[in-house]
T-cell receptor
Framework: EPEVTQTPSHQVTQMGQEVILRCVPISNHLYFYWYRQILGQKVEFLVSFYNNEISEKSEIFDDQFSVERPDGSNFTLKIRSTKLEDSAMYFC?????????????FGAGSRLTVL | QKEVEQDPGPLSVPEGAIVSLNCTYSNSAFQYFMWYRQYSRKGPELLMYTYSSGNKEDGRFTAQVDKSSKYISLFIRDSQPSDSATYLCAARDTEGYQKVTFGTGTKLQVIP
């Protein structure tokens, strides 16, 4: 069964450092997403990406965040200058179009720990 | 007011019991309703989704939506220990494919 792959599974970084989280979505999907889950809290929408541009973003997704699809297969989330409160599990997801848009397939997540 | 609210549990039931998981929501624009299952340290996995009000059944799982009362339910029949997980209800409106709004999740434990 097709799956969304995320790397790294866990990253520890110092406050103020840049991190890049990587995702390989399902190959024939058209929509790509990043969500995050702070420990013990709900899964929160960050951003969606379609046709090589951001289609929607939340208030969490401020200027410190950026997304990119550099090569047609990878989908990355960059945090420019990490803060302690960025510590969370970051999930990448992808979906098809039409009725398939309701079927988000999530990766296993990348745990980010900011010290 | 939170857009999607869930009782966090934990909910502990004996194997074979019928489980009822519930959510309420506040946004009248929500039209699609989903249930995800999340095992510890894993990503959410879609169980089923429904459009607008009504019931949908898939094996041992039945999802119900009552838009008049803004109430979402998931029933699990003949619960198994492998059903032990956190169950997340979620919703989105028709305009945005993009943003799915999740509840906080209900942790379920099925005891053998």
């Amino acid at each position: 069964e097709p799956e969304v792959t995320q790397t790294p599974s866990h990253q520890v970084t110092q406050m103020g450092q840049e991190v890049i989280l990587r995702c390989v979505p399902i190959s024939n999907h058209l929509y790509f997403y990043w969500y995050r889950q702070i420990l013990g809290q709900k899964v929160e929408f960050l951003v969606s990406f379609y046709n090589n541009e951001i289609s929607e973003k939340s208030e969490i997704f401020d200027d410190q965040f950026s997304v990119e699809r550099p090569d047609g297969s990878n989908f990355t989330l960059k945090i420019r200058s990490t803060k302690l409160e960025d510590s969370a599990m970051y999930f990448c997801a992808s979906s098809g179009a039409g009725a398939g848009a309701n079927v988000l397939t999530f990766g296993a997540g990348s745990r980010l720990t900011v010290l | 007011q939170k857009e999607v609210e869930q009782d966090p549990g934990p909910l502990s039931v004996p194997e074979g019991a019928i489980v009822s998981l519930n959510c309420t929501y506040s946004n009248s624009a929500f039209q699609y309703f989903m249930w995800y299952r999340q095992y510890s340290r894993k990503g959410p996995e879609l169980l089923m989704y429904t459009y607008s009000s009504g019931n949908k059944e898939d094996g041992r799982f039945t999802a119900q939506v009552d838009k008049s009362s803004k109430y979402i339910s998931l029933f699990i029949r003949d619960s198994q220990p492998s059903d032990s997980a956190t169950y997340l209800c979620a919703a989105r409106d028709t305009e945005g494919y993009q943003k799915v709004t999740f509840g906080t999740g209900t942790k379920l434990q099925v005891i053998p």
